[in-house]
């Protein structure tokens, strides 16, 4: 038997972004858990609620780009410890804004120099035209992949509204079911 080969180095774009975002990922989470106690979703909120001020939830999904369900359970976290608080209209209750507290505010102040300095680390090999092109490179290769993902959202639209499939009950009995798996929870 020969020697086990070395894995192959895999040069797609996509697979080196996926990487590097892992390693910031957990780079980030054991940093900032360590040090302040908060994980990196915690942080991207109270980030944003500390760069733009108050805000709806769903503009906080828009800027982290993270889902409803994470954005909710994370101002949830951050209220209970005391970070952020919200208010809304008694017109309308579901228009809530969240926005920092003076503990949050505080513990942006503290963050802040830590994000640019790991930042600062993390760019060091890269010349300041270097990152404006990576700046720019990284944008475009984000609105491509919003454009597809656009585009195959549209294609699979078709497809979920198939005709209804006939099904047979144990008594013998039919009846119509959603066409698609997805619907039909298969």
């Known amino acids: 038997m020969g020697e086990p080969k070395p894995p192959r180095q895999n040069r797609s774009i ?3 972004l996926h ?15 360590a040090h302040f106690g908060i994980g ?8 944003n609620l500390g760069s733009e001020g108050p805000l709806a939830a769903y503009q906080i999904v ?13 101002l949830t976290t951050l209220r209970r410890r005391g970070y952020v608080g ?13 926005r920092l507290s003076k503990a949050g505010q505080d513990l942006v102040e503290q963050l802040r ?32 992949s919003e454009k597809l993902r656009a585009e195959e959202a549209e294609q699979l ?18 009846y119509r079911r959603a066409g698609t798996e997805a619907a039909r929870g298969i």
């Open 40 to 47: 990196l979703p915690e942080m991207r909120v109270l980030s």
């Open 157 to 174: 639209e078709p497809a979920e509204r198939k005709a209804p499939v006939r099904t047979r009950t144990a008594n013998g009995r039919s």
């Open 86 to 98: 919200s208010s809304s209209p008694k017109t309308d209750p579901r228009r809530r804004t969240w």
């Open 113 to 144: 120099p830590e994000w640019k300095r790991r930042e600062a680390i993390i760019q060091a090999g890269l010349s300041k035209a270097e990152q404006t092109v990576l700046v720019d490179l990284l944008d475009r290769l984000l609105a491509a």
């Open 62 to 74: 828009a800027l982290t780009a993270m889902d409803k369900a994470l954005v909710s359970r994370v």
């Open 19 to 33: 990487t590097l975002a892992s390693s910031l990922f957990k780079g980030a989470t054991q940093y900032y858990g």
């Open 14 to 16: 996509n697979f080196r």
